[in-house]
C-alpha cells in the first residue's frame, strides 16, 4: 500500500491536489498499478507531478524539500 504523507500547512487536502506539486517516491513506487489508477482515478498522470528521488528521510517533508513524502507500510517516519 502507499502512504502519502503531506503538511498540515501545505493545504493538500486530496489527490486532486497532487497536480504540480513535489513528491518523493521511487521509480517502483510511482509506476505500479496502483499508483497509476490512483492519479488516473482524478485525471492526472505521472507527468502532473513532480517526482523527487526518496531521502527515506521525514526532515525532508518538515523542511519543505518536498510537498509529499511516499512511505511504504513498513517504513515508520517518526523513528531516527
Excluded at 21 to 49: C, P, Q, W, Y
Amino acid at each position: 500500500p502507499h502512504i502519502l504523507l503531506t503538511l498540515h500547512s501545505s493545504h493538500i487536502k486530496s489527490i486532486n491536489d497532487f497536480k504540480n506539486k513535489r513528491i518523493m517516491i521511487g521509480k517502483g513506487a510511482v509506476e505500479t498499478a496502483s499508483f497509476v489508477a490512483m492519479l488516473r482515478s482524478h485525471n492526472l498522470t505521472i507527468d502532473d507531478i513532480k517526482q523527487l528521488k526518496p531521502s527515506f528521510d521525514i526532515n525532508s517533508l518538515i523542511e519543505g524539500k518536498t510537498d509529499i513524502q511516499h512511505l511504504t507500510s513498513l517504513m515508520n517516519p517518526i523513528s531516527s
